[in-house]
């Protein structure tokens, strides 16, 4: 049974940083390209940031490039992100995903129309709010 338990959200003024953690369980971590994933209140969800297999590329969303690091540690089937600089426009819930394909280049990541909403293996998320 695919297990994904995001943690290490919580409220932080702007400015700060948060360190997210998504544990895993129940497929093969590493042989899996492994995503961020948020949906701020009342809005869709979306990609924040992708790490290849090996850990050796990176990509973000232009609006947390040079603030999030993404990383890896394939030996504890673990995912994490490294959040600094935070703003009020990163207040939303942070997901870890793991869909089969590849969706990332060198000039970024794109997915198709609707396909975050019909991806259905998530865990609970965790709440990252920014506020003074």
């Known amino acids: 049974q695919v297990q994904l338990v995001e943690s290490g959200g919580g409220v932080v003024q702007p400015g700060g940083s948060l360190r997210l953690s998504c544990v895993t369980s129940?497929?093969?971590?590493?042989?899996?390209?492994m995503y961020w994933v948020r949906q701020a209140p009342g809005k869709g969800l979306e990609w924040v940031s992708a790490i290849d297999r090996d850990g050796d590329r990176e990509y973000y969303r232009n609006s947390v490039k040079g603030r999030f690091t993404i990383s890896r540690d394939n030996a504890k089937s673990t995912l994490y992100l490294q959040m600094d600089t935070l703003d009020f426009e990163d207040t939303a819930v942070y997901y870890c995903?793991?869909?089969?394909?590849?969706?990332?280049?060198?000039?970024?990541?794109?997915?198709?129309?609707?396909?975050?909403?019909?991806?259905?293996?998530w865990g609970q998320g965790t709440q990252v709010t920014v506020s003074f």
């Open positions: 129940g497929f093969t971590f590493s042989r899996y390209w």
């Open positions: 995903a793991h869909p089969p394909g590849l969706y990332c280049s060198g000039d970024g990541c794109r997915f198709p129309d609707g396909f975050w909403e019909k991806y259905n293996s």
